[in-house]
């Protein structure tokens, strides 16, 4: 059975700094991955999606990296800003159209 | 609609209640999914459709929980004799056709049985 882990559950920055969040995945054989970010109170967020045959996807300060056969993934978000606060996920894919399998997410926040 | 609709979004039930959630996915996307997430939890699956059909109910608890999407759009999450453990946020999630099938979430809706 697939688990997902995200660590550190929580983390706490300073305004600017960069920063990486992890995410670990028990069987490799994955379809894709998908970062998502859940504010206070509401829905998910697609922020990033690699398929299992890419490396890593950018959108804007957002980097995602795939490491398939070691079974990782790492979110790295530049210059950290207030309103990136928030709940980070991570989730997995057996094959196309299969349930997501998430991680219990990383609690994100950014101090001014 | 522009993404994926719930309603309502927030839900008391006293014990043993009946209740229904609403799902609207995005047009044309025909996977639709429903997730439990408890507090401090990521999402747990509960039911997958692909258009009308329930192709996999495995994450359901109990046989009080039952889902369905009779014309392949609109889907209801119904829970029977609502009791304090099925406190939580219920998500909905869907996918286009083909290509990346990228998961579009909805709002949520949370459900407190007091």
């Known amino acids: 059975k697939q688990e997902v882990t995200q660590i550190p559950a929580a983390l706490s920055v300073p305004e600017g700094e960069n920063l990486v969040l992890n995410c670990s995945f028990t069987d490799s054989a994955i379809y894709n991955l998908q970062w998502f970010r859940q504010d206070p109170g509401k829905g998910l967020t697609s922020l990033l999606l690699?398929?299992?045959?890419?490396r890593e996807q950018t959108s804007g300060r957002l980097n995602a990296s795939l490491d398939k056969s070691s079974g990782r993934s790492t979110l790295y978000i530049a210059a950290s800003q207030p309103g990136d606060s928030a709940t980070y996920l991570c989730?997995?894919?057996?094959?196309?159209?299969?349930?997501?399998?998430f991680g219990k997410g990383t609690r994100l926040s950014v101090i001014a | 609609g522009a993404g994926v609709s719930q309603s309502p979004r927030y839900k008391v039930a006293k014990r043993g209640q009946d209740v229904a959630l609403r799902c609207d996915p995005i047009?044309?996307?025909?996977?639709l999914f429903w997730y439990q997430q408890a507090l401090g939890q990521g999402p747990e699956f509960l039911t997958y459709?692909?258009?009308?059909?329930?192709?996999?109910k495995s994450g359901l608890p109990s046989d009080r929980f039952f889902a369905e999407r009779p014309e392949g759009s609109v889907s209801t999450l119904k829970i029977q004799r609502t009791q304090q453990e099925d406190s939580a946020v219920y998500l909905c999630?869907?996918?286009?056709?083909?290509?990346?099938?990228?998961?579009?979430f909805g709002q949520g809706t949370r459900l407190t049985v007091v």
């Open positions: 690699i398929q299992s045959s890419q």
């Open positions: 047009s044309g996307h025909v996977s």
């Open positions: 459709f692909q258009n009308e059909a329930q192709l996999d």
């Open positions: 999630a869907s996918s286009p056709p083909t290509g990346l099938t990228e998961a579009f």
């Open positions: 989730a997995v894919t057996q094959s196309g159209n299969t349930p997501l399998v």
